[in-house]
């Protein structure tokens, strides 16, 4: 005997405004549909089932065009329809800009509820027919078409005339402008266009098919300051990247004749202090990796001024890789003889510059966003220590926190080290390692299944590690996905320079 239960009246009207009634869907239905529009803006899209006519919201913009065919499956009915795309289009041909667009195939679209017909009024067939001759108004791009685009109109700032002209409710300052109806200022600026771009449109003539001229605003001052900047700072490169690079520094191609024995002798040196997977392991090793990883070169040149003898500041990575690049500015800035056999221009050399150039610029970032913060409770020191795993250079990311104040009652400071390393076969593993009391507390992240599992399984033997070590283990703990920033005090300034200053 079935017994059905009967529905709160709420939900029943709320569904009954739906485009497809609830009492027309089954779960795990399958539905042929075309799409009739994609509104990327706003995330949703109008699709034609059958002889109905259906509007589906996504998470994020979607990269479908218009008359494309997909299939749906209705994954869930109450309170509110979701369906999910089980047979996605073809994708798009590569003219077609779908840079910041999703891939449809993981998504869940929502099924909205249908607008009443009070609430709908027609709109106009020519939005832009409030517009006289000679007057401008701005646009966002929605979509990018083969032949047409799809624009957002918005009022030009500071023109009240305009201002209560383009000011259109709802969709009806939406509009497709054919590529015939658009005379582009620079013709270049076409092929340059995303979704979500702002182009600058003047009426030439109005009518039921009005011509604009369009031309790309002129950037703001700050797109300026960041352009020059992204111009003339080196690209921020990770150690790993020189490493690869200093190998074939030491032994050159037979035609290329410009490595000096100065340079390779340099390579050399930094290469041999760089540990093995093996050393990081033993805390000695680990504590003089970190001291010598150019994150303290200036205090260790303090320190060689009081202690002459010290070793530290000779074996700093901040203070070699210093030398290197000055040597290979060096070799480059050389004339060379047009008969000689060093006339060969040296890629190699020029290559090896720019990511020494890049290394060096990263560990500098890394410098300032290590120096005390008044604003924050904690210090915070970030770097990035390379090493080698099988002759093949990795890197292993640290940001060790600590409390500037004593907190405990046995005046321990306490402190947080977080790890983040892609071992060999496993996916990126994030892991935060806090002492607080004389306990250590362990908490591993990794978006792998397979990798949170295999971690998961020797939480035991690592607790037996820190009892073998004197150390007292606190909770230990596994999770999917990304770890949160629960302190954003402790996060890195996005910024290098203040434009304000």
């Not at 065919?69 to 047979?87: D, G, H, M, R």
């Not at 039921?208 to 690209?235: N, R, Y």
């Not at 221009?345 to 560990?363: F, I, R, Y």
Request: aromatic share 2%.
């Amino acid at each position: 005997m079935d017994i059905k239960l009967p529905l709160d009246a709420k939900l029943v009207m709320a569904l009954s405004k739906s485009n497809a009634s609830i009492s027309e869907l089954k779960l795990n239905q399958v539905l042929d549909a075309k799409i009739i529009t994609n509104q990327v803006m706003l995330n949703t899209l109008t699709v034609s089932v059958a002889d109905k006519t259906m509007t589906l919201q996504s998470q994020q913009a979607l990269a479908l065009q218009p008359g494309q065919t997909l299939q749906l499956q209705v994954v869930k009915l109450l309170p509110t329809p979701e369906l999910k795309i089980i047979a996605p289009p073809p994708p798009p041909s590569p003219a077609q800009n779908t840079s910041s667009l999703a891939a449809p195939e993981a998504q869940l679209l929502k099924l909205l509820p249908s607008p009443t017909a009070t609430a709908t009024a027609p709109l106009p067939s020519n939005p832009l027919a409030t517009l006289n001759p000679g007057e401008h108004i701005q646009a966002q791009i929605l979509n990018i078409g083969k032949h047409t685009l799809t624009v957002q109109l918005t009022p030009m700032p500071g023109d009240a005339k305009q201002t209560q002209s383009t000011a259109l409710p709802g969709g009806e300052n939406r509009v497709v402008l054919d590529s015939k109806q658009l005379q582009w200022s620079d013709p270049l600026a076409r092929s340059t266009l995303t979704v979500g771009s702002r182009v600058d449109l003047q009426m030439l003539k109005s009518g039921d098919l009005p011509v604009l001229s369009a031309s790309l605003p002129a950037p703001s001052i700050d797109e300026q300051i960041a352009t020059v900047f992204k111009q003339l700072l080196p690209v921020q490169v990770p150690p790993q990247q020189l490493l690869e690079q200093l190998a074939p520094l030491m032994q050159p191609a037979e035609t290329d004749k410009t490595v000096g024995e100065v340079l390779k002798q340099l390579a050399r040196e930094i290469l041999q202090h760089i540990p093995d997977k093996t050393k990081l392991f033993e805390p000695a090793t680990l504590k003089q990796v970190i001291a010598q990883s150019g994150l303290f070169m200036e205090r260790n040149l303090v320190d060689a001024e009081a202690n002459p003898q010290s070793q530290m500041l000779q074996d700093d990575f901040k203070l070699k890789l210093s030398k290197l690049i000055a040597q290979l500015s060096l070799e480059l800035g050389v004339p060379k003889d047009e008969l000689s056999a060093q006339q060969t221009a040296s890629e190699l050399l020029k290559e090896t510059l720019q990511k020494a150039q890049g290394n060096l610029a990263k560990l500098t970032l890394d410098q300032l966003n290590s120096l005390p913060r008044d604003d924050s409770p904690k210090q915070v020191w970030i770097l990035e220590l390379p090493f080698f795993n099988k002759a093949e250079p990795e890197t292993l990311q640290l940001m060790v926190e600590q409390d500037k104040q004593a907190n405990s009652e046995n005046g321990q400071k306490n402190w947080v080290v977080s790890i983040t390393i892609t071992p060999p076969e496993l996916a990126t593993i994030h892991c935060k390692v806090s002492c607080y009391d004389g306990s250590i507390n362990t908490r591993f992240w990794s978006e792998s299944t397979s990798t949170v599992d295999k971690i998961n399984a020797r939480l035991d033997y690592l607790r037996q590690q820190f009892e073998q070590k004197g150390l007292k283990p606190g909770f230990m703990d596994v999770q999917q996905g990304k770890p949160t920033q629960t302190n954003p005090q402790t996060l890195p300034p996005q910024s290098l320079l203040s434009e304000k200053v």
